[in-house]
Nanobody, 127 residues
Framework: QVQLVVSGGGLVQPGGSLRLSCAAS????????MSWVRQTSGKGLEWISS????????TYSDSVKGRFTISRDNAKNMVYLQMASLKFADTAVYFC????????????????????WGQGTQVTVSS
């Protein structure tokens, strides 16, 4: 079955950086658009970035554009999120997903957390 295991979260000061990793299994990874989604207690689920199967195309939400970079390694079934210039508002639990349709890439789908997304990883931006 689909498994997505995220690691790399932690406590970081404003302006700092973190790199999240997602290990994927149970599906044809190289064919899948992979996405990062975050969840905060106040705002619910928020899509933040996606990358196409071959890695050629990427897209970001306005809230992270220019600060976060998504990448993938299809040989290792891994997707990454390099986060820089972190802000208090970036505090959230971060998930990776293989079943999210990013804006403009297809028919919009409701953003609903799946069991396959796993526990995610907590990122806390605090001074």
């Amino acid at each position: 079955q689909v498994q997505l295991v995220v690691s790399g979260g932690g406590l970081v000061q404003p302006g700092g950086s973190l790199r999240l990793s997602c290990a994927a299994s149970g599906f044809t990874f190289s064919s899948a658009t992979m996405s990062w989604v975050r969840q905060t207690s106040g705002k619910g689920l928020e899509w933040i970035s996606s990358i196409s199967g071959e890695g050629r195309y990427t897209t970001y939400s306005d809230s992270v554009k220019g600060r976060f970079t998504i990448s993938r390694d299809n040989a290792k079934n891994m997707v990454y999120l390099q986060m820089a210039s972190l802000k208090f508002a970036d505090t959230a639990v971060y998930f990776c997903a293989n079943d999210v349709v990013p804006p403009g890439w297809g028919t919009p789908q409701p953003l609903i957390k799946k069991e396959s997304w796993g526990q995610g990883t907590q990122v806390t931006v605090s001074s």
